[in-house]
């Protein structure tokens, strides 16, 4: 049997737009995942402590805020702190493209914006597994 | 990293070792049984208290209050939340977690969620391995919160100390709950959204179930008996929010221990669970291997066949087909 994926769907910073969170978090489940979800206003450590806990195979930070930047680099710097930097980070909502290529210095696995289609999001999950 | 590493960081308080065994047990890894062979020596010190209850009643909301009166009393916490898998995708979402935000940041306290996984004893025993190596880790106490529905979140709150039903004022649904088994299992009940109408009606209603339970005495059960004297299960009133009624609901789960420490009844439940436990993994072993049997030995399918398809009694074909088995059995061990 095929080992179960095991993703942490989190909301860094002040940033109160959940609907995008809690909609992908029923969308991985449909694609047969376990997703955590941590809930709104999660400060760095927070995330990193819960993937942590959780051992997960992907941490997904949603931001509709415009705060990726600053929080996304946070949460490496956590994970990398708490000894997780084998865990994929994945960035995903309100993220315009003149950010992509900051966010993939930073380590950043796969970016996605509004819009993008689910196929896509669940086959890149899949696949950052599998590799 | 090798297992004793593994296992000597998480004693050394690193929680990605920690979480790292648990996965083990949850993958049914290789590894798992020189894991839990390892870690044997390290176990029974915790206190276990179990959760359960209908979905939406509080159990999240009331580990987090009951984490929030533990730490205050200076304890450390491990809390293992199980949420259902979808039986259609076998995705989950595991969203215990949100309520116990508070306790994100405090290094005393561990919270892991599992997904049920649908099939077999599965859950079963990823989680009952989960509880013994948060023991081993040297938490205080493990909470254990599971959706009173389905046998084998029944059988995880077998491996409790103290078993905790949450039931709700809503729709008469503490009555279909009780129905459902889980009278059965409750050391304690505990009425949650005491703000809410028709609580204090709820709680009477148990009360009055119970007190007539303890009064016709042919109903106690061995679980609430230990010698002479008698655990009365006691119903407690709570707000999962405000955290209302918490401090009684601890103190009746901690009166319950010592009431199961002083009578042996809590070393007798450990003992009987650790027999239960060893058992049911033979148990689960040999109905896999049969199963095999019955796909790979012609002599044995063509027997089972013959029941199968109504020609013969199975009474008649057990003579021949035990040895059969215990034989493939034997054959299959000697590749373990
Ligand atoms: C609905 C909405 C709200 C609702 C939010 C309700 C809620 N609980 O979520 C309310 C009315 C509360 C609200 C408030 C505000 N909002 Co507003 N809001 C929106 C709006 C119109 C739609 C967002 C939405 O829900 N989309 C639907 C969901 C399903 O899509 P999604 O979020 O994009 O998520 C999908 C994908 O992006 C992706 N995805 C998302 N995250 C992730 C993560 C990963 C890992 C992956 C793989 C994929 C992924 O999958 C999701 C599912 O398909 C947007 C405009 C827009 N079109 O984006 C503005 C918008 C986000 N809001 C904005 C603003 C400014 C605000 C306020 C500050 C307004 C104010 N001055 O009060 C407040 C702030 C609230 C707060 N505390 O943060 C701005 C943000 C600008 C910016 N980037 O700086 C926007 C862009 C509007 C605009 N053009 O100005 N808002
Ligand atoms: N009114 C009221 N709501 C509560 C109380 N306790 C929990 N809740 C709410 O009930 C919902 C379900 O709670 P949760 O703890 O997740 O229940 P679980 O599914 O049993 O774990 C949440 O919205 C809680 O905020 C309570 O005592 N009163
Ligand atoms: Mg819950």
């Not at chain 2, 709680?203 to 010698?227: D, P, Q």
Request: charged share 25%.
């Amino acid at each position: 049997m095929q080992r179960k994926i095991r993703v942490l769907i989190a909301k860094p910073g002040l940033d109160g737009h959940d609907k995008g969170a809690k909609v992908l978090v029923n969308v991985l489940r449909d694609a047969g995942m376990e997703v955590i979800y941590t809930g709104l206003h999660q400060t760095a450590e927070m995330v990193a402590r819960a993937a942590v806990q959780e051992d997960v195979d992907i941490v997904g930070l949603s931001y509709l805020s415009g705060a990726h930047i600053g929080l996304t680099q946070e949460v490496i710097n956590a994970l990398k702190e708490a000894g997780a930097d084998h865990m994929k980070v994945i960035v995903g909502g309100n993220i315009p493209e003149r950010d992509f290529s900051q966010l993939d210095t930073m380590g950043v696995a796969a970016i996605f914006a509004g819009g993008s289609s689910y196929d896509d999001i669940i086959g890149t999950f899949n696949d950052l597994v599998a590799a | 990293m090798n297992i004793i590493e593994l296992i000597d960081n998480m004693r050394a308080g690193k929680e990605a070792a920690l979480a790292r065994l648990i996965s083990l047990a949850e993958r049914n890894d290789p590894q798992l049984s020189d894991v839990m062979q390892n870690i044997q020596p390290q176990l029974g010190n915790a206190y276990t208290i179990g959760i359960t209850g209908p979905p939406g009643a509080g159990k999240s909301s009331l580990t987090n209050q009951l984490t929030q009166q533990l730490r205050q009393q200076g304890y450390t916490v491990g809390i293992i939340a199980i949420d259902p898998s979808s039986p259609f995708t076998g995705g989950a979402v595991l969203g215990d977690r949100v309520r116990m935000e508070d306790h994100y940041l405090d290094p005393g306290v561990f919270i892991r969620s599992m997904a049920s996984r649908g099939s077999h004893g599965g859950l079963a025993r990823a989680a009952k391995d989960a509880i013994k190596i948060l023991d081993a880790s040297g938490k205080d106490f493990i909470l254990v919160e599971t959706v009173g529905v389905g046998q084998t979140e029944l059988d995880v709150m077998q491996t409790v100390d103290t078993v905790a039903v949450v039931l709700v004022p809503e729709g008469g649904d503490a009555i279909q709950m009780l129905k459902a088994g889980l009278m059965e299992i409750a050391d304690l009940f505990v009425v949650n959204k005491a703000d809410r109408d028709g609580a204090p009606q709820i709680v009477s209603a148990l009360k009055s179930i119970l007190h007539l339970k303890y009064t016709t005495s042919g109903n106690i059960t061995k679980r609430e008996s230990a010698g002479d004297e008698v655990w009365e299960v006691p119903v407690v009133a709570t707000q999962g929010i405000s955290g209302e009624g918490v401090g009684e609901m601890l103190a009746r789960i901690n009166r319950h221990r010592e009431f199961i420490q002083a009578s042996g009844e809590l070393e007798h439940r450990r003992k009987q669970r650790r027999r239960e436990d060893l058992l049911s993994q033979l148990q689960y072993l040999m109905r896999e291997t049969l199963e095999q049997a019955c796909e790979e030995s012609d002599d044995i399918h063509t027997l089972v066949n013959r029941v199968v398809a109504g020609d013969d009694a199975s009474h008649a074909v057990i003579g021949k087909l035990l040895p059969l088995t215990l034989d493939y059995m034997q054959n299959q061990s000697k590749k373990l």
